[in-house]
Every structure is written in C-alpha cells, then in structure tokens.
C-alpha cells in the first residue's frame, strides 16, 4: 500500500468553512480524475484538513507517477508520503522508523515530532523521547537538536497504526482549478506567454488560449504545442478552447496604413479589440499576456495605458514586475522554455523606433485609417476549438521550406522586406534578378509573378522568408524555397 497525505494550503484552510469545504471537494476530485488515469481504483479521501490517497498498487513506478501527478495539480502546497504500520509497543514503531528514515539522519542532527490521536498509554512527547533516543543511539553520527535541526521525522499515531513521513514533496500550491473565474491568456509562444498562462491556470483559473496568427503556419503549430503541453500537464482535469484568429490581414492593413513608430501599439489595441470580442463570446472575464514592465522597450506604462483604454474587458498581466531571468527560470521549471527558444519569432511588425510614450489622440488618429471592416472579418472568422483536438496537430513535425545559400542560375530572389527596410539596406546579387515585394503583399500579390520561375525569398534574419514560404506552400506554391546568403 502506498499512502500519500496532502496537507491543506493554508491559504484554503483560512477561509470561511462553507468556501473551505467548497475548495477541498473541488481538490477532492480533481485528484481523484488524475490520479485514477495511474490507478482507477485509487482512494481519494476527504477528511476536512487533509486528503488522503492510497493505492493497492506497491509498484515504484506507480509511486513516481503518483509523485509526478500530485505536483501538477494546482491547489496543493505539501503533500506528504507515508508508510502505514500496525502496532503494540513504543519499540515496535521504533524499529519501524529507523528502518524507513534511519538513512536520512546519518552525521546530521534531528529531532522527532509526533502526533498522536486515540488512546495509549504513552503520550506523543514520551514518542518522540523512545524513538528519538533510540536513533540518537544507533545512527551514526546523529544527534539530537530540538531546534532547527537538519531533519525532522514526522510520526502520527491514530488507534493502533502508527504513519511514518518517508518523505515531504512540494506541489505547484495555488488555488484547485476551477475555483476561479475564466481566464482568456493571449500566447505568442515565447517565454512570456507561456508563464503567463501558467501563473493563471495556478491560480485556479480555467485558462483559455488565444492565438493572433500574425504570419504562417509554423508559428501557429508551435503555439499549438505550447498551449497544449501547459493545458495537458497542470489543467487536464478541465477542458478549454485554443482560439485562432487569422491576423495577417490586420498586420497588413496595419503596414499599409499607420505610421511606422505607432504600428505595435496599434497592433497590441487590434489585438485586445479582438480578445475582448472571442472573450465575451465565450464568456470569459479576463485576458492575460505576458507583459512586463520595460521588458521591451514599447513596454511601458504609458503605451500599457493606452493599449488598456481600448477595452473594458479585463486585462490581466501577472509578470509585470518579474525580471526577465526569473521567467525565464520559471519557464525551465515548467517545461516550456525549450518550445520558446525554437518558436519562430515573428518579426514583421516591429517598428524601427516604436514609440514608448504613446499618446492616445494619437493613436486615435492613426486608427482612423484602419478599415475596421478587416477586424471584423477575422474576428468573425475566429476558429474556436477544443484543445483537446490539437493533440493531433501538436504531434505533427515543424515543417521547413528549403533553405540555400547558393542560388542556382536563372532564379529570382524575392526581397520579403518592409519597405524602409530595404530602402536603408538594399539587395544586390550579381547575375540575379531582385524583385521587391513586402511580405505583408505577398498572400495577394505572389500570384501576379511569372509563374515559370523558381523563387528564394529573402528577408533579415530568415525567419519572415521561413514562414512565408511555408505560408506561399499552403497556398499551392510549393517550390518557393528561401534564401540564407
Ligand atoms: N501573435 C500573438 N498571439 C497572441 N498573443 C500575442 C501575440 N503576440 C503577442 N501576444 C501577447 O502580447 C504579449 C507581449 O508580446 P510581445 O511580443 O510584445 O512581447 P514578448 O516579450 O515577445 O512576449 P512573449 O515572450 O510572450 O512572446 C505576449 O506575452 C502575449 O500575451
């Protein structure tokens, strides 16, 4: 038998006692859903300050899963591992204790501290002193300090079974899933977004996700395989939709119209305009991103202001104070920071001087000139799905268009640049032809170059032309390839 004891949060076990029963049922099962997928036939019991689970199943492996499934449950702080054991005498739960922990205290100092409900003859501080003394004796190099001692070995003793802590573990804590409101978290992808929506599916919100696709289906397969580990890994027990807006034709609305220095807070307003729209629609109360305060330099408090007064929704931003090394070390905890690093980063609409105070009436102005009509359609047009069904889209490979450094004779190098891009850098290659053409036109425009030609798309860093080609695939093109001089 393995028995497992999960100590309540203190931040539960403070609240009012209709709340704290509401939040430990909640805890209660959605225990009982994850850890009935290791065992089905696990107990999960109830017993008003702590919940405890015991499986028939004594195989290691089922130890370690149970260990592994407890931590990702939101809602538990501490849980506790123990060993079951009958007896008669004070000796017999000694012989037990230095057999199970003995090994813990060699050359350390410890102390026993005991529990003890029923009757017995002995009192829980005559425990302590027999099994104490006995291990003070035998261990080596063990002695007894009352006071902050290396290790503390836990007994409890209830009628005639006495419980031995092998172990403490420690769980993610927070709140248990749903006791919170639901959340709509805005995820990019990288780093922040993924913390983010950690933070918030801890918490005990049900975290929906939200997806802007701002260029090709790279970008979209990665965040779908974000969205779907976090959602898997710390909040299966309920499900929740992964939404996708199709943002290439608002990003180029955006390029066509506003002026350069103003695009990203546009941009991010467009992109809480949207939020708010899907949020409502699945009624939802808030959005998250994964903002933090001068992270980025248009990350400020005055763009944050502006981008905020576009909507009246709710716009959560739980790492505005971290510092980018802490997510990024919460990232490796959480297992995400590895999908961060090789998600493509988009790298279309940033400014070359973006703005870090923007001004509202500004804005305003600059809003002015965007069709809204745009945003409607993709918003319209939103595809809302289970993330549950992503599981098959999450398996499948990054797909990459070809990339060369060489170019083959007779092929034509397609500049993706934005226009002051190439204005400031322009391309040159001897014997080959050079033909502009921003990547914000090339979904409607590709189709009007001479189709019997092979084509290299060229943009800065090789991720613009990576997921363009791709996109240019979809679309029935399929021998564009990229070029990386
Ligand atoms: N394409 C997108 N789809 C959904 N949300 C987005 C998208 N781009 C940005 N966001 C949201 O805006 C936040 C800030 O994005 P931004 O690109 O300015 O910063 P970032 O530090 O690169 O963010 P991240 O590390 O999460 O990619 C993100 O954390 C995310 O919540």
């Not at 909507?311 to 490796?332: G, Y």
């Not at 940033?350 to 945003?375: M, N, R």
């Amino acid at each position: 038998m393995l028995k497992f004891i999960v100590k309540l949060h203190p931040e539960i076990a403070i609240k009012s006692r209709s709340v704290r029963k509401r939040f430990t049922k909640v805890l209660e099962n959605n225990i009982k859903i994850v850890l009935r997928r290791v065992d089905e036939k696990v107990q999960v019991r109830n017993n008003w300050d702590n919940i405890s689970v015991v499986t028939k199943l004594e195989d290691a492996q089922v130890r370690l899963d149970f260990i592994d499934s407890l931590k990702r449950i939101p809602g538990i702080v501490q849980f506790i591992e123990v060993t079951e054991t009958q007896f008669e005498t004070l000796d017999d739960i000694y012989q037990k204790t230095i057999a199970l922990v003995g090994h813990t205290i060699v050359g350390k100092t410890f102390c026993v501290r005991a529990k003890r409900i029923g009757q017995h003859d002995f009192t829980s501080t005559d425990l302590e002193r027999y099994v104490g003394g006995g291990l003070n004796q035998h261990i080596e190099g063990a002695s007894v300090k009352l006071s902050r001692p290396e290790v503390t070995i836990r007994l409890e003793v209830k009628d005639d079974k006495a419980y031995i802590v092998s172990h403490t573990h420690f769980g993610m804590a927070g709140f248990p899933l749903p006791t919170q409101e639901d959340v709509l978290s805005l995820m990019s992808g990288g780093f922040d977004s993924g913390v983010a929506s950690y933070q918030m599916i801890r918490k005990g919100a049900r975290t929906h996700f939200l997806f802007f696709n701002l260029g090709g289906a790279a970008h979209e397969i990665g965040v779908k395989q974000a969205s779907y580990y976090l959602w898997k890994k710390y909040s299966s027990t309920h499900k929740v939709k992964f939404v996708t807006v199709d943002f290439e034709p608002v990003v180029a609305e955006i390029l066509e119209n506003v002026e350069n220095s103003q695009m990203g807070v546009v941009l991010k307003r467009m992109m809480m305009r949207a939020g708010s729209v899907v949020a409502q629609k699945l009624n939802i109360q808030a959005l998250v991103t994964g903002e933090s305060i001068g992270q980025v330099s248009s990350q400020t408090l005055a763009n944050l202001s502006v981008i905020d007064r576009v909507t009246e929704t709710l716009i959560l931003r739980p790492l505005i104070q971290h510092d980018k090394q802490e997510i990024i070390n919460i990232a490796r905890q959480i297992g995400t920071a590895e999908m961060a690093e090789t998600m493509p980063e988009y790298c279309g609409v940033i400014s070359k001087k973006p703005t870090v105070k923007a001004k509202i009436d500004v804005i305003l102005g600059e809003e002015e000139k965007f069709d809204f009509d745009v945003l409607d359609t993709v918003v319209n047009n939103a595809r809302i799905m289970d993330v549950r069904d992503i599981d098959v889209e999450a398996k499948q490979e990054l797909k990459e268009a070809e990339s060369v450094a060489d170019l083959p004779v007779g092929s034509v190098v397609v500049d993706i640049r934005s226009p002051e891009e190439e204005e400031a850098a322009p391309l040159a290659i001897d014997g080959v032809e050079v033909v502009h053409l921003p990547f914000f036109r090339l979904a409607t425009k590709f189709g009007d170059l001479p189709k019997d030609t092979d084509y290299y798309l060229y943009c800065d860093r090789g991720v613009m032309s990576q997921l363009q080609a791709l996109m240019l695939h979809e679309q029935g093109f399929e021998t564009v390839k990229v070029y990386r001089p």
